[in-house]
């Protein structure tokens, strides 16, 4: 267990070092000089030549990266574009030129965001998606199974930004069944939070349900046939308990492994459900620094987004492991 | 024994909704057994057997089914056709209990066998503590023989017989009035399947319990039942006690069912009779001999062959082979026996050449071939000398080639025939193996398990190979198929002077078609010798103990 804990670790580190010296290359390879952006359009190349070094700009591209690697495990200081030093503790992402914030504080303000909507979205696609897919299993072949099916294939074939106006218009706007979308913190008013981002939820969670509910159908149905769901209605165990006790164990492993894909994925930002609702979360953090060539910006909200794709796929799989004890850690 | 039988079945009539329209498995059957009694249910897949079994605990979806007639319980008369599934619920476990054949996927992976008995003791006796029910369930468990610290052992930490020996705990715990067992012992080895026939017999006589056995293996009705009902195509053919029912058969399928299972008096090399074939006159003549003949040479062998399996991970590499000498000469046939994990496969598919051994000499007509299942060259070259049939004749066969494809691909590899000949070929073998060139176009699915396993046959014959390795060609099959397939075997072995290698578990199969027996245990050569030999004066006490152990 150690050892595989171990393994699995360095395998975390391994694919976040990997990632982050991608969006760096790929980033000092793209044709935009972030110190003329940082600067400013009426810099003159003295002015241009200090903010490149005060940046760093001017080292080379191994000790720049080995200097923000070293930064996320010491922090470090980094010298704003006119030589004032800010420091930035560790885990150190960098600091952004165009926000003016350390990287790190740019993801803290928008996180909460970004977790609120997939905290919801989660259970919207939990509910939407796996229960509807165990209804559909229990009672296939009849009229709630064919129902089901066609409500997910329509919220699989619908696109966020279309369902997300075209509810916006009707349930706030036109008829103000809903609350207009917005984001309240959790802590100073609950009921607000979970009343603002109902909309984001339920559209974000039922476009993603589909998967869900298909491949719980069919895990369940392909489990159904084993000898023990059998065995425990031979028991005298009820229909509906042998399913969710013995049928439902034996479906559940595709599905929290992908699950796990898709906590890891949220996490990282929700950018089209983030901009339907006017919703500033991590997605939409990091398509702006996309667009404003904020570098630091970019790099720390991928390695972000890697980072809970990593840890969630490494959950899911030993949550798979607890619920199947043939399964070794290897 | 009491007036009123523990089970009462009367006109049982189940029919299967299909998309083709409904199909009847089982008609207008009916029985009783008497509380302690013993009623065999004796048939070949598709017979309905298994279907009486699941419509006496009313398992079947109703969606799908209809189940008519009747079938009561005990005193009272509890009807089960039609009943509420709530009264079902209070019978299944309690009053009807049920032993599934596979053990494996009857018991889920998911929990431990401890649980999953406590469970059946606790849906029937919702007042008890898990804390009670689980020392019950390990009091249950020492009593079928496992220790009862086991309980807290999942199935895949267990052996095939000890799972059994739960899945039989797990029905018992309850005491139930009636005992189905659905082929308990059909997936264990021959010593194992002893051990728990008796343990299902002693608890079974215990507790007065009325059993039902479900088996096609007519060698356990006659260790086990005190009555036999013979089933085909869903109907009672026959009824009585089982030993006059074995003694003097009056339906000629029963004849057939029990002539077609060699055993260990039948006369080996014989025609074996059949369902359509009750009085068999051989194509040529009976093999009758003993001795093969030995001047003819060696043709495979495989001299202090080893071979491991890589362990998982830093675990020792497992040894499946440890050390065996043994060969085959021109023209007979070696019948490799062992129980499971005694390394037969492993030895057939090294001198296939699909697995390198770890060490040793392999040899075929005196060449060296260990480095074949390395080299695609050598391998392809020995594949146009060894051939192999199957045991599964569902996978092994390719569902979307037709039976043409199947049969020609060999002569494509090896051979420079057109397709005009290779068609003219295979349609020439077919004949050989009881098929006919009409059948050329179709695909495996619209045939028979023999049938299947006969086109497995003729794409082994297609390039006339030397040795044809044969690993459990027959134990899929039922048993009067299995007759058939022994039949053509031995008729083919005689007209092409085949070689042989038969892998099989079943001796007395062993005994009725191989010249020579190689007994293995456990990746070691226990005994090897001449049919007469091995059987009528076996050498070492494991092999006294495999052949006491055949029913």
């Known amino acids: 267990m150690t050892r595989y804990l171990i393994k699995r670790v360095a395998q975390a580190v391994a694919v976040l070092l990997a990632i982050s010296a991608t969006a760096f290359g790929l980033f000092y390879a793209a044709p935009s000089d972030p110190a003329l952006i940082a600067c400013g359009p009426k810099c003159t190349s003295a002015q241009l030549a200090a903010v490149r070094t005060s940046m760093g700009l001017d080292q080379p591209i191994v000790s720049q990266f080995t200097d923000y690697v070293g930064g996320i495990v010491t922090g470090r200081t980094i010298a704003d574009v006119d030589g004032t030093p800010i420091p930035c503790p560790a885990p150190c992402l960098g600091y952004s030129y165009s926000l003016h914030q350390p990287v790190l504080a740019a993801i803290e303000d928008r996180l909460p965001v970004t977790v609120s909507i997939a905290v919801g979205a989660l259970a919207v696609i939990l509910v939407l998606g796996v229960g509807s897919g165990l209804a559909a299993a229990l009672r296939r072949g009849r009229a709630t199974d064919r129902l089901l099916s066609g409500f997910n294939l329509l919220g699989a074939s619908v696109q966020i930004y279309f369902l997300g106006y075209v509810l916006q218009l009707l349930l706030v706007y036109s008829t103000g069944l809903f609350a207009p979308p917005r984001y309240v913190p959790f802590t100073t008013q609950p009921a607000q939070w979970a009343l603002g981002l109902l909309l984001p939820w339920l559209v974000l969670g039922f476009v993603n349900a589909a998967v869900y509910a298909r491949l719980t159908r069919s895990q369940m149905l392909e489990t159904m046939h084993h000898g023990y769901v059998r065995t425990a209605r031979a028991k005298g165990l009820g229909t509906l308990r042998t399913h969710l006790k013995y049928t439902a164990r034996g479906a559940a492993g595709p599905l929290v492994q992908l699950l796990g894909l898709e906590v890891g994925a949220l996490l990282g930002g929700a950018f089209i459900t983030e901009t339907v609702f006017g919703l500033g979360g991590v997605g939409k953090l990091a398509v702006d620094a996309v667009n404003g060539n904020d570098l630091p910006t970019v790099v720390g909200t991928v390695l972000l987004a890697a980072f809970f794709v990593v840890v969630f796929v490494a959950v899911a799989d030993l949550v798979v492991a607890w619920l199947d004890p043939r399964v070794r850690f290897a | ?551």
């Not at chain 2, 008369?77 to 049920?98: C, N, Q, W």
């Not at chain 2, 066998?113 to 006796?125: D, F």
């Not at chain 2, 009035?177 to 079974?204: F, K, S």
Request: proline fraction near 6%; glycine fraction near 8%; include cysteine.
């Open chain 2, 1 to 551: 024994m009491s007036a009123r039988p523990a089970l009462r079945v009367r006109d049982l009539t189940v029919t299967f909704g299909t998309a083709r329209g409904p199909v009847p498995a089982v008609r207008g059957v009916s029985f009783d057994v008497a509380p302690g009694e013993v009623l065999g249910l004796v048939g070949e897949s598709g017979s309905g057997k298994s279907t009486i079994g699941l419509a006496s605990l009313g398992l079947h979806d109703p969606a799908r089914t209809r189940v008519e007639g009747s079938i009561q319980l005990g005193d009272a008369g509890t009807e089960l056709v039609d009943a509420p599934e709530s009264a079902l619920k209070r019978i299944r476990g309690s009053r009807v209990a049920m032993v599934f054949q596979d053990a494996l996927d009857a018991l889920s992976p998911y929990h431990t066998i401890g649980a999953q008995i406590a469970e059946a003791y606790r849906i029937h006796h919702p007042k008890t503590g898990r804390k009670e029910a689980l020392e019950r369930a390990a009091a249950m468990l020492e009593r079928v023989g496992i220790a009862a610290a086991r309980a807290s052992d999942h199935p895949h930490h267990l052996s095939g017989g000890m799972r059994q020996r739960a899945v039989i705990a797990m029905a018992l715990i309850n005491h139930p009035d009636v005992l189905i067992a659905d082929e308990p012992t059909t997936a264990l080895d021959a010593r194992v399947q002893h051990q728990v026939l008796d343990l299902i017999r002693e608890l079974q006589s215990e507790t007065g319990t009325a059993m039902l056995l479900i088996t096609h293996d007519v060698g356990v009705v006659a260790a086990t039942c005190h009555r036999t009902l013979v089933l085909r195509d869903g109907e009672a053919l026959e009824e009585g006690p089982t030993k006059r029912l074995l003694t003097s058969p009056t339906h000629p399928y029963t004849r057939a069912l029990i002539g077609a299972a060699p055993t260990l008096n039948t006369p080996p090399g014989t025609r074996l009779p059949t369902v359509d074939d009750p009085k068999p006159k051989p194509r040529t003549k009976a093999r009758l001999r003993t001795a093969p003949d030995r001047d003819r040479g060696v043709l495979a062998e495989v001299r202090d062959l080893r071979v491991d399996y890589p362990g998982r991970r830093r675990a020792r590499p497992h040894p499946a082979v440890k050390g065996v000498s043994l060969h085959v000469a021109r023209g007979e046939t070696l019948g490799l026996v062992g129980e499971s994990g005694s390394g037969k496969s492993t030895i057939a598919r090294v001198l296939a050449g699909l697995r390198r051994p770890t060490s040793g000499e392999v040899r075929f007509d005196g060449r060296d071939i260990s480095g074949a299942a390395t080299s695609t060259r050598l391998r392809r070259e020995l594949s146009r000398y060894v051939q192999l049939v199957f045991q599964d004749p569902y996978a092994s066969l390719n569902p979307r080639h037709t039976v043409e494809q199947i049969v020609t691909t060999p002569l494509r590899i090896h051979t420079d025939l057109d397709a005009a000949r290779r068609r003219k070929r295979a349609a020439e073998l077919l004949e050989q193996v009881g098929l006919s060139a009409s059948h050329l176009s179709r695909h495996p699915h619209e045939f028979s398990g023999g049938q299947r396993q006969r086109i497995g046959i003729a794409r082994a014959l297609a390039v006339q190979p030397r040795l044809i390795i044969a690993d459990e060609p027959v134990s899929a099959l039922d048993v009067s198929v299995q007759a058939q397939v022994l039949n053509l075997l031995m008729d083919l072995r005689e007209e092409l002077d085949l070689s042989l290698l038969f892998i099989s578990h079943d001796l007395a199969v062993v005994r009725h078609f191989c010249d020579r027996i190689a007994v293995l245990k456990a990746g070691e050569l226990v005994e090897v010798g001449l049919r007469d030999t091995v059987f009528d004066a076996p050498s070492t006490p494991y092999t006294k103990e495999l052949l006491a152990a055949v029913l």
